[in-house]
């Protein structure tokens, strides 16, 4: 029976794509790593021992030369895999003279036991996994660095390394980082539970300093967006040390709004605006949509806190008449879909949207489409956070940062239609 599908080998005989290609320095390198680690071994091992290999005391050598602190015992062989391959070397092996007398095996500082990768390897590992590959991919994408095949348990091992530094990231103190705005948000993603696929949220806090750097305070998985799961990240970030914060941007959520009500009462917030315009095409035909869109651009990105003021009650007059659930819509948000307005006009960009989060949630997003589903929700908090800690993603300052020390003013803007 004749197949249709078609075979690399089909195309050029049994020759593969990079089977030829070659490459004299990286073969010499790769041929010399053996001999540089075991000397590097027996010079480690000679300084332990007060002498080098073979070395004997001579007679006439005085008291104050160093005395024999223990003897070799042979080699074990030992596989170790780099940057620069796989590669077979033989460990010398000795025992020492402890304080009380009783000897022990010796045991190299370079090489720790049950070493199988370098921690240059396994930073390569994990960063693929971070770049978007999946654990079954890497070893794949790796094939030619390693010389040989990694599989995806070497991977799932080399990431849950992470987990020390992401415990530590989660328990450290915040008193010290003067955060004077707080963006909050989640984001809906799949993992497995009990052997099945369930959606989780992760609940996103970033902070901005006050010299405008933007920095991921906290990521928790729960169970959705209550209020009770946002007050847990609220009181975590309050227990290690968080101030209070000048400025507090949601996306209006109901669960965030009341975790905020109970905690901070005289803290300003501001509703995203984007959330806001996606909320008032929610309430009206499609038809509307394009005139919408147009006149609530035109009043939340109007120049000044009057021209604002003055198309805001323009745009509720409008749709009051020609579809009321639209206008009923924007004065829900009130006066915190205005905060910005306090603030100074070149602030404005970066407080009116919660789009600093967004961009992290889709680069997260995009990373993890290769997977579907986590292996666990812990998994999927701590690679939110690698990817940040790690330098796949990074943030940049926000708008306005100079004139962050500059107080908002006290009165919101006039919103009576």
Not at 164 to 183: C, G, Q
Not at 260 to 287: D, G, S
């Amino acid at each position: 029976m004749n197949k249709d599908t078609t075979k690399p080998a089909d195309v050029a005989g049994d020759a593969k794509l990079f089977d030829n290609w070659f490459d004299a320095i990286e073969d010499g390198v790769r041929g010399r790593v053996r001999g540089f680690i075991e000397t590097m071994l027996e010079e480690e091992l000679d300084g332990a021992l007060s002498r080098p290999r073979y070395g004997r005391r001579k007679p006439d050598e005085g008291d104050n030369e160093p005395g024999v602190v223990g003897h070799r015992h042979g080699h074990r062989k030992r596989t170790l895999t780099g940057t620069f391959g796989k590669t077979e070397i033989d460990v010398p092996r000795a025992r020492l003279a402890g304080a009380d007398g009783k000897t022990g095996e010796w045991k190299s500082k370079g090489l720790r036991a049950y070493q199988r990768r370098t921690k240059a390897a396994d930073a390569l590992i994990a960063g693929a996994y971070l770049a978007g590959t999946n654990t079954r991919r890497v070893r794949r994408a790796l094939h030619a660095v390693f010389a040989g095949a990694v599989g995806k348990d070497v991977v799932s091992r080399t990431w849950r390394k992470v987990k020390s530094d992401w415990e530590a990231w989660n328990a450290r103190a915040l008193k010290d980082d003067r955060i004077v705005r707080l963006i909050l948000d989640g984001t809906v993603v799949r993992v497995r539970l009990d052997k099945k696929a369930t959606s989780i949220s992760l609940l996103v806090a970033l902070g901005v300093r006050e010299d405008g750097q933007k920095v991921l305070l906290a990521v928790k998985n729960m169970g959705g967006e209550s209020a009770e799961a946002w007050r847990t990240l609220l009181d975590d970030l309050v227990k290690r040390g968080m101030q209070t914060p000048d400025l507090v941007m949601v996306d209006g959520g109901k669960g965030l709004d009341a975790a905020l009500a109970a905690l901070w009462t005289n803290v300003p917030v501001q509703r995203c605006t984007v959330h806001k315009h996606r909320n008032l095409l929610a309430h009206a035909p499609e038809r509307l949509h394009e005139e919408i869109s147009a006149d609530y651009t035109d009043m939340i990105y109007a120049a000044t806190t009057a021209e604002i003021e003055t198309r805001r009650k323009a745009f509720i007059r409008k749709w009051r008449l020609k579809h009321r659930a639209v206008a009923d819509s924007l004065e829900e948000a009130g006066d915190r879909l205005f905060t910005f307005a306090r603030f100074p006009p070149d602030q404005w960009r970066s407080i009116r949207t919660t789009n600093a989060i967004e961009r992290l949630q889709e680069e997260f997003k995009r990373r993890i489409k290769t997977q579907t589903v986590l292996p666990s929700a812990e998994t999927a908090a701590m690679l939110f956070w690698a990817l940040l800690a790690s330098g796949q993603i990074t943030m940049r300052k926000v708008d306005g940062w100079k004139t962050l020390a500059d107080k908002p003013s006290d009165q919101p803007i006039d919103l009576a239609a």
